[in-house]
């Protein structure tokens, strides 16, 4: 299966909204306010030269040309015509002298390609080719030399995307060469998994959570690329990471590295990102549904939980269960990262994630739907429309939805094609679904589209559930939505300088605290209502697009020892009053929440 092209896909609805919301807020931004973009090392300036102005590109490029914005575009070429005017005569195109290259760590050199290859595919620039070309063969003889080491040797995988890009192109055999060269250098995660079944609290690349999330694409790519039948590695390490660092939204814990299955222990923002990139591609590759599954339960829950709801601010570390947003400076409950991790901000504990999360909406809009060799295939059934061909003949498609907060989806084709081809949906597992005209197999729905129009009306039929997770702890789930008690804010912002660098609104930081009673357990299993609520915004605080009334019962709950505004990681005690009837609203439109609580009988 293969993307299309940014200019090929029109987001709509609410997707479209997200989008407009991220260019209007930090992404569309940050080079006219971050140093470390604005005048980075990449365009001549002084600042940062390694990962933050590839990281903030990854994922302004396609934004820009999803929304066909014409200043953001203007200002993407402003920085890829710089990077590829810096590249020197042998290929060499990070921003260092000629005596740094040995100890330069080219993970930027692997990250710089895939942005090129990501603008090549949006802008259609004949350029890009030679210039990754260059890159990638001067790489070949660097590493003849130098081998890689630190961020590089953890990912060394992340380079394969431009290889395989080139190899399209030029099928030239030291390509090959190159992509075994990188393997027998780089991490081997089938034995670095070997570090994983325990919390250790000490910071290591073996354990980092992004590097983990990263690689759970790299042996699926290299296999492909190699010509090889893949080992199922990526299934073997997501298995390992959710046994023992879980979340309820399918995601695994990291602060910054590893952190259990505690619902007060962070998961980082970045290792969100870079998990759906990675369950994206893994998609693409084995087609198997179970990866569109686990990347809509991040896109849907985790990613706009940790993200403020106007996308000016974010927090490195967010927590499952979250009743502050807060500073902890005397005893941090992060094992690895430091106090303000969980703070709302411009870059909260590192800058990496204020750089890196602009990937992660438009590269899920940009993989909801593709193209297979014998037709195309609905990863989503999130509302856009497609403006494609198919073998030199016009196609279109339109998905008009409110999925996942609605239960009907309508999905319209269009072809002038002479020849037919197969439209592949993919059936979301954890509903029951209704479809009009379309075969049932494989976690699919399969039609053949011939000449003309047609029109297909899916239902979805969702009943809200209570799920197991660990130390006896229980969450409700509604399709791919997670639910939570939402905390009312009480916010503080606090604008200041720090290394710099300018904090203030609406990109300043926030202390949150709880403003509203938190302590609860459901009460049984008992009668769920789901209530569907008119909202503007998908990720609303104040009006979610959908609530669920249920009974909860009040008990003793507590703060974890030694720590204020920091749930405990289990009650203290037992009921404490009689039901009250409350909702529950998408995790993805919570910022304080209770979501892990337990069962209080009667």
């Not at 002298?97 to 990501?118: H, I, M, N, Q, S």
């Not at 990263?214 to 290299?222: D, F, Q, T, V, W």
């Not at 909702?583 to 337990?598: A, D, N, V, W």
Request: net charge negative; glycine share 6%.
């Amino acid at each position: 299966m293969r993307f299309f092209n940014a200019n090929e896909i029109k987001p709509q609805g609410w997707l479209k909204k997200q989008l407009e919301i991220q260019a209007a807020g930090l992404s569309g931004n940050l080079d006219k306010i971050w140093p470390d973009v604005q005048n980075s090392k990449w365009i001549g300036g002084d600042r940062e030269g390694w990962e933050r102005v590839p990281y903030w590109l990854d994922g302004f490029i396609p934004l820009a040309y999803l929304l066909d914005n014409a200043d953001m575009k203007a200002r993407v070429k402003k920085y890829i015509d710089a990077i590829m005017e810096g590249q020197k005569e042998d290929g060499w195109i990070c921003p260092c002298t000629d005596e740094e290259r040995t100890t330069y760590d080219v993970w930027a050199l692997f990250l710089v390609t895939k942005v090129l290859v990501v603008y090549a595919d949006c802008s259609g620039d004949d350029r890009v080719e030679d210039c990754v070309y260059r890159a990638l063969k001067n790489l070949h003889y660097f590493l003849k030399s130098c081998t890689i080491k630190q961020w590089a040797a953890s990912r060394w995988y992340e380079c394969l995307i431009a290889i395989c890009w080139i190899y399209e192109r030029r099928p030239e055999s030291w390509l090959k060469e190159l992509a075994k060269r990188l393997h027998s250098q780089g991490a081997d995660y089938e034995n670095v998994s070997q570090l994983w079944d325990t919390v250790v609290k000490e910071w290591s690349f073996e354990t980092h959570v992004v590097n983990a999330a990263m690689a759970l694409k790299g042996e699926a790519i290299y296999s492909a690329f190699m010509g090889k039948e893949s080992t199922g590695e990526a299934e073997k390490l997501y298995n390992l990471l959710m046994k023992h660092h879980s979340t309820v939204y399918g995601h695994f814990t990291g602060d910054e590295c590893l952190a259990g299955d505690s619902p007060i222990q962070g998961t980082e923002l970045c290792g969100i990102a870079e998990a759906m990139y990675s369950y994206e591609l893994l998609f693409a590759i084995t087609k198997n549904p179970v990866w569109a599954e686990r990347l809509e339960k991040l896109a849907f829950n985790a990613l706009p939980a940790t993200i403020s709801e106007d996308m000016w601010t974010h927090q490195y570390d967010q927590l499952t269960n979250q009743i502050a947003a807060v500073c902890f400076p005397e005893h941090p409950i992060f094992g690895t990262n430091g106090p303000e991790s969980n703070c709302f901000g411009l870059e909260p504990n590192f800058g990496c994630c204020t750089a890196n999360f602009n990937q992660a909406w438009p590269k899920f809009a940009r993989s909801a739907i593709g193209k297979d060799k014998d037709g195309i295939i609905i990863l989503s059934c999130v509302p856009l429309k497609i403006d494609s061909e198919w073998k030199g003949a016009k196609v279109k498609i339109e998905i008009e939805t409110e999925y996942p907060f609605r239960n009907r989806i309508k999905i319209k084709t269009y072809s002038e094609s002479e020849e037919s081809w197969t439209l592949r949906v993919r059936i979301p597992n954890s509903d029951d679904l209704y479809a009009c005209g379309m075969e049932k197999r494989d976690g699919f729905l399969i039609t053949t589209i011939e000449k003309g129009q047609k029109e297909f009306l899916l239902t979805l039929e969702r009943k809200p559930k209570l799920i197991e997770r660990p130390m006896g702890l229980y969450a409700l789930q509604y399709g791919s939505l997670i639910f939570a008690l939402p905390i009312k804010e009480k916010k503080v912002k606090k604008e200041y300088v720090k290394d710099g660098v300018e904090r203030k609104f609406p990109y300043c930081d926030y202390e949150i605290y709880p403003d509203s009673p938190w302590e609860f357990a459901f009460a049984g299993e008992g009668e769920f209502e789901v209530e569907e609520c008119t909202y503007v915004n998908a990720f609303s605080r104040e009006n979610p697009p959908l609530k669920i009334y249920l009974n909860l019962a009040p008990i003793d709950w507590g703060e974890e020892k030694n720590h204020r505004f920091l749930a405990a990681r289990l009650p203290r005690g037992g009921r404490t009053n009689g039901n009250v009837k409350m909702y529950l609203q998408p995790y993805g439109s919570t910022t304080l929440r209770m979501t892990e609580l337990p069962i209080c009988k009667k």
